[in-house]
Nanobody, 113 residues
Framework: QVQLVESGGGLVQAGGSLRLSCAAS????????MGWYRQAPGKQRDLVAT???????NYADSVKGRFTISRDNAKNTVYLQMNSLKPEDTAVYYC???????WGQGTQVTVSS
């Protein structure tokens, strides 16, 4: 069974940092592009970043230069390093096998001003 479990969310002041982790079970992690999305209250779920199996990355304009996505295929884990956090980054963050309907349960990130 394929599962994704996020961790690392929390409450942080503006300007602070957090690192999210997403642990994947199953054997498909190393052959799939992974993605992070976020959903703020009352808003749609938006793409934050993706990373291919070869390590090529892509970011939403709103997080470029502040967030870094990475992966460790040996650990079946994808990370999202978030620096210089802003209150508008507050959301539930989800990881996913990109372009699939496989999602984690989400982890809450709250940035106070």
């Amino acid at each position: 069974q394929v599962q994704l479990v996020e961790s690392g969310g929390g409450l942080v002041q503006a300007g602070g940092s957090l690192r999210l982790s997403c642990a994947a079970s199953g054997r498909i992690f190393s052959i799939r592009t992974m993605g992070w999305y976020r959903q703020a209250p009352g808003k749609q779920r938006d793409l934050v970043a993706t990373i291919t199996t070869s390590g090529r990355t892509n970011y939403a304009d709103s997080v470029k230069g502040r967030f870094t996505i990475s992966r460790d295929n040996a650990k079946n884990t994808v990370y999202l390093q978030m620096n210089s956090l802003k209150p508008e980054d507050t959301a539930v963050y989800y990881c996913t096998y990109y372009n699939t309907d496989i999602w984690g349960q989400g982890t809450q990130v709250t940035v106070s001003s």
